[in-house]
């Protein structure tokens, strides 16, 4: 399986941690003493600067999460000098979606004319990328399909609470402040490569209840949620147990699996949750040198983070035909994810 040809479409509007800041005042001065208020934008200042966070992307008024979709499949597709209508699958892959049924990616296949594929969601949370790249794999080597897209369009700020009424809320409010927006596009078909890719997965299901949107049913199907806050819709995250798992899963996995151990690395790409979680997962696998960090550009854009990193990659020189990459996830569930493949 190859790379085909990516794609990423993101806002062209910059939003910096002032910016944060002054939506959280602007939402919480009702909920609290002035005092109190200024303590937690105090806290979110110091927890922005022990994560690394700086800029992210977000829509400017009357920008559609579609189109960006919509362009970074054009993209991907001119770039593996293809046609709609060769696609014969679409993975629809985002968290952000307008609607839970039908999957969102028939809506897509119809906006492309790609009208002999067929097309499926697949949903993981950070992990659907990179769970997509593993099933399409197995697709492309039995022969079902030949050339597959992986379409995700993360734009996820409105699922966000800016009111904020104690500092306590902060332990699983403050990653909706690191989130970014964008779409990415990566077309998958046979190729001939040196070595065939490599996929690793494990899940600790016992920590399902660190990172959520909830539905308004929540309740029905779990009545020991932890979160105090189960609003609908409205994300949540406990960001420091989460990026202690992250660091003792994704590294065990790593040096648990002797085929990954020995495979050459000329490139890393990471889910960017924290830029310092990146470094010290890469560190610990011994990445640290090759690792693509953009965290402090583009923050958290969900299932979009590594191919955007990619395309970003590949613009600036960086990415290039036959090297070998390392693709590694830390997602809510909470599981981890590591691939090895070429470029």
């Not at 800041?21 to 927890?47: F, V, W, Y």
């Not at 494990?202 to 029905?220: M, N, V």
Request: glycine residues 6%.
């Amino acid at each position: 399986m190859k790379i085909r040809g990516i794609g990423c479409s993101m806002p062209k509007r910059v939003v910096n941690n002032d910016e944060i800041l002054q939506l959280i005042r602007k939402h919480s001065e009702s909920l609290m003493s002035n005092g109190q208020l200024e303590s937690i934008l105090t806290r979110i200042k110091t927890l922005f600067r022990i994560s690394g966070t700086q800029e992210r992307r977000w829509r400017s008024e009357g920008e559609r999460a579609y189109e960006f979709g919509k362009k970074a499949a054009e993209i991907a597709l001119e770039r593996a000098e293809l046609k709609p209508e060769d696609i014969d699958l679409l993975l629809y892959v985002g968290v952000g979606r307008g609607w839970v049924e039908p999957g969102m990616g028939s809506f897509f296949q119809h906006e492309l004319g790609m009208k002999n594929a067929t097309t499926f969601d697949l949903l993981d949370a950070c992990l659907s990328w990179l769970r997509a790249l593993h099933v399409g794999y197995n697709f492309l080597k039995n022969g079902v399909y030949k050339n597959i897209m992986v379409l995700n369009a993360e734009f996820n700020k409105s699922y966000g609470k800016w009111g904020i009424k104690s500092v306590d809320e902060l332990a699983y409010r403050f990653a909706q402040c690191t989130i970014g927006e964008s779409a990415t596009a990566t077309i998958l078909s046979n190729g001939d490569m040196e070595i065939e890719p490599y996929f690793a997965f494990k899940t600790d299901p016992s920590r399902h209840d660190l990172c959520k949107i909830p539905l308004k049913d929540i309740h029905s199907y779990n009545d020991k949620e932890r979160c105090p806050e189960l609003d609908s819709e409205v994300f949540f995250a406990y960001s420091a147990e989460l990026f202690n798992t992250a660091q003792e899963m994704i590294p065990q996995l790593y040096e648990k699996n002797e085929e990954l151990k020995k495979r050459a690395c000329d490139i890393a790409f990471a889910h960017s949750a924290s830029a310092t979680l990146t470094e010290r997962i890469a560190e610990q696998i011994h990445k640290d040198d090759v690792v693509v960090n953009l965290y402090s550009k583009f923050g958290n854009t969900v299932s979009a983070s590594i191919p955007t990193a990619m395309a970003w990659a590949l613009e600036h020189g960086q990415l290039k035909r036959g090297m070998n990459m390392m693709l590694f996830m830390g997602s809510a569930g909470f599981s981890a994810g590591i691939c090895h493949m070429i470029y």
